[in-house]
């Protein structure tokens, strides 16, 4: 078992491509991780709502990404995994910061439709890249590495969040949450090789290391 692991971390660490998406997933869920929190704490304190409320909006999150997956079929026609990345991150880390933008539930619940519908696309979109980069001998060493490193850093997400809720206010919660989303996307604008960002689902290339 143990060599298994070491093995998967040296494909990690030898792979620009891994390595990178690796982190960006695992930042990305770190920031996302006490979403649920700030937002229970957003409809309880600024919006003066009940447990009603958060279902509505927790609902409409899931609803943009039930449709944001329906759609990667057309979204991968049209676009190509970099655009839908950085787009996606775009579009929910804006949609999460304008969240702590205003006291109407109804906007509200707006923007938790539209980040999730980005939510569900880029769901779709990095493991897609995944299973295009990684080795398939690899694979499910390299997924449980992600997976436990998913695991570490939630919970870690959870304990800063939780008490940074107690010393700044929550709309800058979402500020930051959004923006760690954002920057977690841009990234992909930086110069690669790895050739797969640049293509649509549609191509099929060789697994690139």
Not at 54 to 69: E, I
Not at 111 to 138: S, V
Request: proline share 3%.
């Amino acid at each position: 078992m143990s060599r298994e692991w070491v093995a998967g971390l040296r494909t990690i660490v030898t792979s620009t491509a891994i390595l990178r998406n690796m982190l960006i997933a695992v930042i990305s869920n770190f920031a996302l991780a006490p979403f649920n929190i700030v937002l229970t704490a957003w409809v309880n304190g600024p919006l003066h709502s009940t447990a009603f409320v958060f279902g509505a909006l927790m609902a409409c999150m899931l609803v943009g990404v039930l449709f944001g997956g329906l759609s990667l079929g057309f979204s991968f026609k049209h676009l190509t995994y970099k655009q839908l990345l950085v787009y996606g991150s775009i579009i929910q880390g804006g949609f999460i910061i304008l969240l702590g933008c205003t006291k109407s539930i109804t906007l509200d619940m707006f923007f938790m439709l539209l980040q999730g519908l980005a939510l569900g696309i880029l769901n779709g979109t990095l493991p897609a890249i995944n299973l295009r980069i990684i080795p398939k001998d690899m694979r499910g060493r390299i997924f449980g590495i992600l997976g436990a490193a998913d695991t570490i850093t939630q919970p870690l997400g959870m304990v800063i969040f939780g008490f940074l809720m107690t010393r700044i206010h929550l709309s800058l919660l979402f500020l930051i949450i959004g923006v760690i989303v954002i920057i977690s996307g841009m990234v992909f604008i930086l110069p690669s090789k790895q050739k797969s960002l640049n293509i649509h689902a549609v191509e099929v290339t060789p697994a690139e290391g």
